[in-house]
């Protein structure tokens, strides 16, 4: 069974920085995403990788967020955090033959539970 666990989640002050972990149980999945959602808002993907590295971001976070692999792992790197990068942020996971990314929730069909992130003064 796949299970996925994220952590590194906090309080940080803007300009800050945070680094999310994602620890993937199973077999390394095809592809991997972050997604976040804040309250009262739609569940948005944020940043997504293949398997062979391709990634792709959310255009609210180009520049300041870098997702990367280590194996079946995924990490996201958050710098230059604002107030509105707070939310529940999520690691998802797919398996497919190929490993194309996506930033559609609905392509996803394993979830972690989340960590907050609140971005503060």
């Known amino acids: 069974e796949v299970q996925l666990v994220e952590s590194g989640g906090g309080l940080v002050q803007p300009g800050g920085s945070l680094r999310l972990s994602c620890t993937v149980s199973?077999?390394?999945?095809?592809?991997l995403a972050w997604f976040r959602q804040a309250p009262g808002k739609e569940r948005e993907g944020v940043a997504t990788?293949?398997?062979?590295?391709t990634t792709s971001y959310a255009d609210s976070v180009k520049g300041r967020f870098t997702i990367s692999r280590d194996y079946a792992d995924g990490i996201l790197q958050m710098n230059s955090l604002k107030p509105e990068d707070t939310a529940m942020y999520y690691c998802?996971?797919?398996?497919?033959?190929?490993?194309?990314?996506?930033?559609?929730?609905?392509?996803?069909?394993?979830w972690g539970q989340g960590t907050q992130v609140t971005v503060s003064s």
């Open positions: 199973g077999y390394s999945p095809s592809s």
């Open positions: 998802a996971a797919r398996y497919l033959r190929d490993g194309s990314t996506s930033l559609a929730a609905a392509d996803f069909p394993y």
């Open positions: 990788i293949g398997r062979y590295g």
